[in-house]
């Protein structure tokens, strides 16, 4: 079993891509998280009870931090082969880490989730935008599903896969309806 926990004061995730059937998550908010990303709230959902959701109430310094060192330990004293990922920035884990390396349990900080690849028809799509000329491309939501589904002959539920795809892969951004089309990076 793995298990990913999320340090949210840490970490920007506006959802979670790439996570495995295998993987137990746990998402740490602080007691000042007033706001979630929906799509991170969706993705969490999805797992069903392969989901915890943490929410602080008391605050101090590392308070959080701790909170996870004490997940951490619980778990892995209960599952000692199970593999455990800290998704943050903080480099304060990195001393228990090894710790934890030195007593023979699977463990890593990680700054960010790994990008999924896109599947074909998302990046036949990708190929399909960005070999227009910028002026022609879709600017608007409406137009840039309906440009989709003309080129693919997909559903409206798959042409909406791929468009998250798309967002979950940092090709494209949506802002209050308007599509911006990135660079690959």
Request: charged share 25%.
């Amino acid at each position: 079993m793995e298990y990913l926990f999320i340090d949210y004061e840490n970490v920007a995730l506006e959802s979670l891509p790439g996570l495995k059937q295998d993987q137990t998550v746990y998402l740490f908010l602080g007691p000042n998280q007033k706001k979630v990303w929906k799509g991170l709230l969706k993705a969490v959902h999805s797992l069903g009870s392969q989901a915890h959701l943490v929410d602080m109430e008391g605050e101090g310094k590392n308070a959080l931090d701790f909170h996870i060192a004490f997940y951490l330990g619980k778990i892995s004293s209960q599952e000692p082969d199970a593999t455990f990922l800290i998704l943050s920035g903080d480099t304060g884990f990195d001393p228990l880490i090894t710790h934890m390396k030195g007593l023979k349990v699977a463990c890593a900080r990680i700054p960010s989730l790994p990008r999924p690849e896109p599947s074909p028809s998302a990046m036949e799509c990708i190929r399909f935008l960005m070999d227009k000329e910028p002026v022609k491309r879709p600017k608007g939501i409406s137009a840039l599903q309906a440009d989709i589904k003309n080129h693919t002959r997909k559903t409206d539920a798959e042409v909406q896969s791929i468009i998250q795809e798309m967002i979950e892969g940092k090709r494209i951004a949506l802002v209050d309806g308007k599509v911006s089309y990135l660079k690959p990076g």
